[in-house]
T-cell receptor, first 113, second 114 residues
Framework: EAGVAQSPRYKIIEKRQSVAFWCNPISGHATLYWYQQILGQGPKLLIQFQNNGVVDDSQLPKDRFSAERLKGVDSTLKIQPAKLEDSAVYLC???????????FGDGTRLSIL | AQSVTQLGSHVSVSEGALVLLRCNYS??????LFWYVQYPNQGLQLLLK??????LVKGINGFEAEFKKSETSFHLTKPSAHMSDAAEYFCAVSGQGSQGNLIFGKGTKLSVKP
């Protein structure tokens, strides 16, 4: 089966600019996760979707980050405006439901200048 | 609340030597425990998981881990390291009954010397 697809793989922007990441989960997976992985740390959950509804966004900095999952399939994560501390790898993962193992994409590496 | 502590941010072993990566957890509810591996510029791949039942869990690539409730530990081992094992390893915990809401440790980078 095809894995979790993410694009772009790399992105370089200047602070205060906006950026968007895209994720296509494994077909049939109802649950989708976005993680932020800062260099030297483990992934931190930003938001969890169940179909097109938000299950947990308690760690999403809502003043600058937004995410949507229209039609319960693809998802986009946006940062506007970006700060230097947003430099990280953004990982998308999906699972059949919230009780099954998560499958991760290869991530988008974001550098803020 | 849940948390994970991985002892040693960097572990170096010789090829053929035992690999031991340490993980201790804290959880107010019965935990599910996981080990993931991350190769450079890639996402995380599940190595093994403990949910319920047998406390010694076998995973892919010859790795195994043992859940020890009394020690709140879930250490990862492999009898003989291979060069291809060089990667970063993450321990994670979630509440029993769900494999969402993963809390990850900071990771341990494993180097394998020829």
């Amino acid at each position: 089966e095809a894995g979790v697809a993410q694009s772009p793989r790399y992105k370089i922007i200047e602070k205060r600019q906006s950026v968007a990441f895209w994720c296509n989960p494994i077909s049939g997976h109802a649950t989708l996760y976005w993680y932020q992985q800062i260099l030297g740390q483990g992934p931190k959950l930003l938001i969890q979707f169940q179909n097109n509804g938000v299950v947990d966004d308690s760690q999403l900095p809502k003043d600058r980050f937004s995410a949507e999952r229209l039609k319960g399939v693809d998802s986009t994560l946006k940062i506007q405006p970006a700060k230097l501390e947003d430099s990280a790898v953004y990982l998308c993962a999906s699972s059949l439901d919230g009780y099954q193992p998560q499958h991760f994409g290869d991530g988008t590496r974001l550098s803020i200048l | 609340a849940q948390s994970v502590t991985q002892l040693g941010s960097h572990v170096s072993v010789s090829e053929g030597a035992l690999v031991l990566l340490r993980c201790n957890y804290s959880s107010s509810v019965p935990p599910y425990l996981f080990w993931y591996v991350q190769y450079p510029n890639q996402g995380l791949q599940l190595l093994l998981k403990y949910t319920t039942g047998a406390t010694l869990v076998k995973g892919i690539n010859g790795f195994e881990a043992e859940f020890k409730k009394s020690e709140t530990s879930f250490h990862l081992t492999k009898p003989s390291a291979h060069m291809s094992d060089a990667a970063e390893y993450f321990c994670a915990v979630s509440g029993q009954g769900s494999q969402g809401n993963l809390i990850f440790g900071k990771g341990t980078k494993l180097s394998v010397k020829p």
